[in-house]
């Protein structure tokens, strides 16, 4: 990469999606506080930027993750598409969107409202309600593995790390299990729509499997009211507590956890089956010694990182350790650039399942982190102690074929060699 290809770089673009990290070193080189040229975002690729920016949560809004993953959603530029898709939305959903504020979830939004919400989701993913998933996601993995064990072709991404999260979070919110593969579905629809192949279509593409969720969950929703339930929705929806969510920011929240919690552990699970299979002598160390797991699990989060960057927008003019940003600019946080930066981490290019890699950011950092850290952890764990001893010793690098996104990182599939 020269410095000529790091200087057009443009952040919400699938070129060098294969291999991001030559263009990451160059920016973090040449171009630390980088500006693309066609979209006029701001670029940080450097760990000490991007972790001012994640700490400095008032002076970086995540305004900017609402206007990047949603774009403006102003009815007067809506041609006719987009009015029916509207209206379809309405139909399903029996909700008006767009037409006032949009019901903004902790993704998007700023302390102190951010923090008041937060608190109550908290309520959801305490420790103990974590640990207590543990047997279950065994039982879960045990049935995933028996194919691989019948000796029939087995793809870890089908076969394993997508079942896995989906069935824990449809479990969780109480959910039936044969809505499964719509859960599926819905969180692939608007994964597709907020940052792949799909943005092109606007509105519709979005509002499409959002009316579908939104009709089903009401219906769960009001039933958990009526009748709580050991799940996350009655958790959400417990009286008992002065604070709770309205239905808009439920639905959204459940959106988000959709997306955020899905696709980010799937990916994760294939992103470390990936690099043991492409590093033999790696690969050996953990099936010599599967208390290295977590670790390899932590390398993996820095290494190839499931969620790429984050967007942010400037309340203020603000000087960072490599420069000034205006006011109101549109800022994207490289993660996964940050996670290779060499004045953090020795020698960041190597996969090195013992480094257990402190102070990683793939999981964001200050009053955003990441919400479900602990449960995808979890979850990686347990499938990976599973498949680990699965894994073929010779170097086995499939051709990788990467999902559609510029923000998430991630295999489509992945097929383990007989
Ligand atoms: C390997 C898996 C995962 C990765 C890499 C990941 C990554 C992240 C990152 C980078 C953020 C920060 C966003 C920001 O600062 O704007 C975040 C936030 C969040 N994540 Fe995760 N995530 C993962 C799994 C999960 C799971 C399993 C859940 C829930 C089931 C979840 C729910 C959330 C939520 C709700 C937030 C928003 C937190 C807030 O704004 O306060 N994530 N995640």
């Known amino acids: 990469m020269s410095l000529k290809d790091s200087l057009e770089y443009e952040p919400m673009s699938a070129e060098g999606w294969e291999?991001?990290?030559?263009?990451?070193?160059?920016?973090?080189?040449?171009?630390?506080?980088?500006?693309?040229?066609e979209s006029g975002i701001y670029v940080l690729s450097?760990?000490?930027?991007?972790?001012?920016?994640?700490?400095?949560?008032?002076?970086?809004s995540s305004n900017g993750m609402e206007k990047m993953l949603f774009g403006s959603r102003d009815l007067a530029d809506m041609g006719f598409r987009e009015y029916r898709a509207l209206f379809r939305f309405f139909i399903r959903a029996r909700q008006i969107p767009f037409?006032?504020?949009?019901?903004r979830t902790l993704v998007t939004l700023d302390p102190p409202r951010h923090d008041e919400m937060r608190q109550v989701v908290n309520r959801g993913f305490t420790?103990?309600?974590?640990?207590?998933?543990?047997?279950?996601?065994?039982?879960?993995?045990?049935?995933?593995m028996s194919r691989l064990e019948s000796g029939e072709p087995f793809d870890?991404?089908?076969?394993?790390?997508?079942?896995?999260?989906?069935?824990v979070i449809a479990e969780m919110l109480g959910v039936e299990a044969e809505r499964m593969n719509d859960f599926k579905r819905w969180s692939d629809a608007l994964i597709s729509a907020s940052s792949g192949a799909d943005r092109e279509r606007g509105l519709p593409a979005v509002l499409e499997p959002m009316g579908e969720m939104r009709s089903y969950m009401r219906r769960v929703v009001r039933e958990r009211r009526k009748q709580p339930k050991d799940d996350l929705i009655s958790v959400l929806v417990d009286s008992a507590h002065a604070e709770t969510l309205n239905e808009d920011?439920?639905?959204?929240?459940?959106?988000?956890?959709?997306?955020?919690?899905?696709?980010?552990?799937?990916?994760?699970?294939?992103?470390?089956?990936?690099?043991?299979?492409?590093?033999?002598?790696e690969l050996a160390k953990v099936k010599g010694d599967l208390s290295l797991v977590p670790s390899m699990i932590e390398e993996t989060l820095r290494y190839d990182s499931p969620v790429q960057m984050l967007f942010r927008q400037t309340t203020q003019e603000i000087e960072l350790p490599c420069g000034k940003l205006p006011a109101?600019?549109?800022?994207?946080i490289l993660l996964g650039a940050a996670n290779r930066d060499p004045e953090v981490f020795e020698d960041p290019d190597r996969f090195d399942v013992t480094r257990n890699p402190r102070g990683h950011l793939a999981f964001g950092f200050g009053v955003h982190f990441c919400l479900g850290a602990s449960l995808a952890r979890l979850e990686a764990k347990v499938a990976m102690e599973a498949l680990v001893p699965e894994l073929p010793d010779v170097e086995a690098t499939p051709t990788p074929d990467f999902i559609d996104s510029y923000m998430l990182r991630g295999l489509r599939s992945l097929e383990l060699p007989a």
Do not use: K, W
């Open 249 to 281: 920011e439920l639905f959204s929240f459940i959106t988000l956890l959709l997306v955020a919690g899905n696709e980010t552990t799937t990916n994760l699970i294939s992103n470390a089956t990936m690099a043991l299979l492409s590093h033999p002598e």
């Open 99 to 103: 037409l006032h504020e949009r019901p």
């Open 127 to 144: 420790p103990r309600r974590i640990a207590a998933l543990e047997a279950r996601m065994r039982e879960i993995v045990a049935g995933c």
């Open 156 to 167: 870890v991404v089908r076969d394993l790390s997508i079942p896995l999260p989906v069935t």
């Open 328 to 332: 109101d600019a549109d800022v994207a």
């Open 46 to 60: 450097r760990y000490a930027d991007v972790e001012f920016a994640l700490r400095h949560a008032n002076e970086f």
């Open 19 to 37: 291999d991001p990290y030559p263009t990451y070193r160059a920016l973090r080189e040449q171009a630390p506080l980088h500006r693309a040229p």
